[in-house]
Each structure stands twice: as structure tokens, then as C-alpha cells.
């Protein structure tokens, strides 16, 4: 099955480690995104990539960090310099073209606590 | 900067009616897409539905429907039929190719309760 994998579920982190949330896709597609969403906020785009080896930083970049040196995998960082951390993080992909391009399918998230 | 805004933070409806959920965005942009996500208590997105700027005519997925106003920057949800598995959080979304690529910008939702 096609589909959009994060991994773990939960994590929980003490304060002042550096923590990476897994992203694969293996729906061939080009674009993929790291969003976060808090109580009672809709979601935020940290991070993008549009093409392999490429990334641009979204609304909330600031004490994270990402990297795409495979076209099904962007895996993101969560620094100790992000401030308040703990979160749900989602992950999700885009064709860029053909009848279902720009609809992002999400992953099932990633809980991160912080203490 | 594009803004999202749904002005509903919670709305409840019985089994089998019809609900209405609101949205409406602020751009410049003449072409851009809208969406609607669904997220249940899973916390999994769900695209509901999607609709293109240039295309006059409402989207629909069987019981999910539209009403797109291009000039009143409106895009509302209908819900037909209403069922217990509609429960969820709705957010709808907004994109059109900027600095921030094709990323969504999402409005803050609206909590809809299905009761039996």
C-alpha cells in the first residue's frame, strides 16, 4: 500500500537533546513538507522540499533543521535551540503535477514531548 | 500573506442532518486551490475535498459538497446525511505557489460533534 510512514508515535525528550522524526513516502512524490500543529492552532509549515538535495525553510523554522538526500525520506531535526518543542509534528507529501497534483496526504504523526 | 479564517470554533449536529461549515480566505492571488481536512480523534489528516479557483462549478464527494464564491472569498462545507464518523476536527486550507512553495496555510478549525 501506498502511503506516508512517521515513526515514533511518542517521543519523549529531555530538555536540551536534539531529536529527529522519521518521514518516509513512497508515493513517488516530489514535494514533501514538516508541519506542526498545537492546541487549538491549525498547522504550521516548518519546513519544505520541492526536489531532492533541496529545502526552504517555512513559517516556524527556527530551532529545526531537515535534509532530503532521498526523494522518499525528509527527516526532521528538533534542535535545542527550539524553544518550546513539544508538540504533534505531521508530515506530508505532494505530486506537483498530473489530476491529483498539490493534494498533501499526511502521515499519522509524531507526539513530542519535552521535559 | 494569505489568511484562512473559520469563525465556527465548534459546532455539533444530529445523525442524519445537513451542517454547514465556514470558511474564508484573503489573497491577491487570482489562481490558487482550496481544500478541506478532516482530522478525527486519531489525529490522522483526511483530505475531504478540494477545489480549483478557475473552475466555477462546486466540488462534491458524495456526501461532502462545496460552495465556492470566488468574489466573497468563500468556501463553505456541507455535510449531507450527517453520520457518527463525521465527528472530527475540520480544517480548510488554502495554496497558491508563493515563497513558500506549494505548502498549505490552514485555518485554526472547527470542532464538529455528531450526536446520535
Known amino acids: 500500500d501506498g502511503g506516508i510512514t512517521q515513526s515514533p508515535k511518542y517521543l519523549f525528550r529531555k530538555e536540551g537533546q536534539n531529536v529527529t522524526l522519521s518521514c518516509e513516502q513512497n508515493l513517488n512524490h516530489d514535494a514533501m513538507y514538516w508541519y506542526r500543529q498545537d492546541p487549538g492552532q491549525g498547522l504550521r509549515l516548518i519546513y519544505y522540499s520541492q526536489i531532492v538535495n533541496d529545502f526552504q525553510k517555512g513559517d516556524i523554522a527556527e530551532g529545526y533543521s531537515v535534509s532530503r538526500e532521498k526523494k522518499e525520506s525528509f527527516p526532521l531535526t528538533v534542535t535545542s535551540a527550539q524553544k518550546n518543542p513539544t508538540a504533534f509534528y505531521l508530515c506530508?507529501?505532494?505530486?506537483?503535477?498530473?489530476?491529483?497534483?498539490?493534494?498533501?496526504?499526511f502521515g499519522p504523526g509524531t507526539r513530542l514531548t519535552v521535559t | 500573506a494569505q489568511t484562512v479564517t473559520q469563525s465556527q470554533p465548534e459546532m455539533s449536529v444530529q445523525e442524519a442532518e445537513t451542517v454547514t461549515l465556514s470558511c474564508t480566505y484573503d489573497?491577491?492571488?487570482?489562481?490558487?486551490?482550496l481544500f478541506w481536512y478532516k482530522q478525527p480523534p486519531s489525529r490522522q489528516m483526511i483530505l475531504v475535498i478540494r477545489q480549483e479557483a478557475y473552475k466555477q462549478q462546486n466540488a462534491t464527494e458524495n456526501r461532502f459538497s462545496v460552495n465556492f464564491q470566488k468574489a466573497a472569498k468563500s468556501f463553505s462545507l456541507k455535510i449531507s446525511d450527517s453520520q457518527l464518523g463525521d465527528t472530527a476536527m475540520y480544517f480548510c486550507a488554502f495554496m497558491a505557489y508563493s515563497n513558500s512553495g506549494y505548502a498549505l496555510n490552514f485555518g485554526k478549525g472547527t470542532s464538529l460533534l455528531v450526536t446520535p
Open positions: 489573497t491577491s492571488e487570482n489562481n490558487y486551490y
Open positions: 506530508a507529501s505532494s505530486a506537483l503535477a498530473g489530476s491529483r497534483a498539490y493534494e498533501q496526504y
